[in-house]
């Protein structure tokens, strides 16, 4: 599937770097999710979109600073990371934000901030 | 509020076996999907269901829904290696949003 593109693929930052996580949607959907998948960990909710406008914010550290400029982007800003916050990094998009519509994951950033 | 348990955690099974998993939630579930993420790969959508005791197939796959909408599960019929992966299964959260089980790991040998 090339509905949902992410880049880039692999990211390895230091602690004080900053960086930008892109994901792009071509699917016409109006919600956009971004999630963290740590090692044996269930997926977790970041932050939720929907029509642009920010739904949900799951208690996220604000060094992960989402911004969505239309429905067919999302990044994900980061800034000041800890080592704990390595892992993949998933954005996902669905037609709209309810649950009874699947989602459509992008393939991940994966993240390594030594 | 609302635990969603899935079982088990990792299953390792010869070629030709079959295999489940289960997830068990503890309240009534409006719908439940399923998700397949295959080694370094991204979940993949499998399939949605909705109604009381709904059973679905898709090839050597089965998907149940409980009666009482609070448990479903995912067989696979003769394993095969392109069945590797982990399986998720995704039930409303609260919030208007999916709540993803901590998924079982399938592995299949020769």
């Known amino acids: 599937e090339t509905g949902v593109t992410q880049t880039p693929r692999h990211l390895v930052m230091g602690m004080t770097n900053k960086k930008s996580l892109k994901c792009e949607q071509h699917?016409?959907?109006?919600?956009m999710y971004w999630y963290k998948q740590s090692a044996k960990k269930p997926l977790e909710l970041m932050f939720v979109?929907?029509?642009?406008?920010?739904?949900e914010n799951n208690s996220v550290p604000s060094r992960f600073s989402p911004e969505c400029p239309n429905s067919s982007h999302l990044f994900l800003h980061l800034h000041t990371l800890q080592p704990e916050d390595s892992a993949l990094y998933l954005c996902?998009?669905?037609?709209?934000?309810?649950?009874?519509?699947?989602?459509?994951f992008g393939p991940g950033t994966r993240l390594t901030v030594l | 509020g609302q635990q969603v348990m899935q079982i088990p955690q990792y299953q390792h099974v010869q070629e030709g076996e079959d295999f489940t998993t289960y997830c068990n939630s503890s309240t009534t579930l409006s719908n439940i999907q399923w998700y397949k993420q295959r080694p370094g790969g991204h979940p993949v959508f499998l399939i949605q269901l909705v109604k009381s005791g709904e059973v679905k197939k898709q090839k050597r796959l089965t998907f149940q829904f409980g009666e009482a909408k609070k448990n479903s599960s995912l067989h696979i019929t003769a394993t095969q290696t392109t069945d590797v992966g982990t399986y998720f299964c995704?039930?409303?959260?609260?919030?208007?949003?999916?709540?993803f089980g901590t998924g079982t790991q399938l592995k299949v040998e020769l």
């Open positions: 979109y929907s029509l642009e406008e920010r739904v």
């Open positions: 996902a998009s669905s037609q709209d934000r309810t649950t009874s519509v699947r989602q459509y």
């Open positions: 699917l016409g959907h109006n919600a």
């Open positions: 995704a039930p409303p959260g609260g919030g208007n949003k999916l709540t």
